[in-house]
Nanobody, 120 residues
Framework: QVQLVESGGGLVQVGESLRLSCAASGRAFRINYMGWYRQVSGTQRDLVAAIAGSSTTDYADAVKGRFTISKDNAKNTVYLQMNSLKPEDTAVYYC??????????????WGQGTQVTVSS
């Protein structure tokens, strides 16, 4: 089992920045993928940004050029730096981690979610 602890959400004004963090802990796992998703009440959860074990990154078109995903392998932590925030970025942000325990099967874990609100 992997535990994910998210932090960094909050209320900001348009154009401001926030940095989200998600720390993974548990026993003897290898992280293959770390991602951030967001969800507005009543809609589906959508990918915001992802980073693979190789450090290859992927971004939703809506956040390209404004958000940056990064990771610290030593700390098993993924970050999402969000700049130039817009009201449409308002959502609950979820961390997602996929790990294996030495075999071929991947296990999927979600964080508890952190609210990001951008006020105009």
């Amino acid at each position: 089992q992997v535990q994910l602890v998210e932090s960094g959400g909050g209320l900001v004004q348009v154009g401001e920045s926030l940095r989200l963090s998600c720390a993974a802990s548990g026993r003897a796992f290898r992280i293959n993928y770390m991602g951030w998703y967001r969800q507005v009440s009543g809609t589906q959860r959508d990918l915001v940004a992802a980073i693979a074990g190789s450090s290859t990154t992927d971004y939703a078109d809506a956040v390209k050029g404004r958000f940056t995903i990064s990771k610290d392998n030593a700390k098993n932590t993924v970050y999402l730096q969000m700049n130039s925030l817009k009201p449409e970025d308002t959502a609950v942000y979820y961390c997602n981690v996929r790990v294996d325990y030495g075999g071929s099967k991947n296990y999927n874990y979600w964080g508890q979610g952190t609210q990001v609100t951008v006020s105009s």
